[in-house]
């Protein structure tokens, strides 16, 4: 079993910066993909951004070039550094952690973009 705790949601103003951060820990295999999704009232669950054990990344269109994906392997932690928000990108902030064909996700933290 996999546990991920995530912090460093918030109420942030437009334009301004927020940095994710999810702690894995269990049985991880060193081969996985690390990521963030996040969910909107209303909307689906959608992908922001992951990155391989490789350190290969993928982003949603909307955030490239303001959002960045990073981990330290060493301590299973993955990081979502979040500049020049905007109010769509409130939603509530997924961990998200695939091990072969096994997905294991965070509790979610709250993003608030609003002046």
């Known amino acids: 079993q996999v546990q991920l705790v995530e912090s460093g949601g918030g109420l942030v103003q437009p334009g301004g910066s927020l940095r994710l951060s999810c702690a894995a820990s269990g049985t991880i295999l060193g081969l996985n993909v690390m990521g963030w999704y996040r969910q909107a009232p209303g909307q689906q669950r959608e992908l922001v951004a992951d990155i391989t054990s490789g350190d290969t990344t993928v982003y949603a269109d909307s955030v490239k070039g303001r959002f960045t994906i990073s981990r330290d392997t060493a301590k299973n932690t993955v990081y979502l550094q979040m500049n020049s928000l905007k109010p769509e990108d409130t939603a509530i902030y997924y961990c998200?952690?695939?091990?072969?064909?096994?997905?294991?996700w965070g509790q979610g933290t709250q993003v608030t973009v609003s002046s």
């Open positions: 998200h952690i695939r091990i072969l064909l096994r997905h294991f």
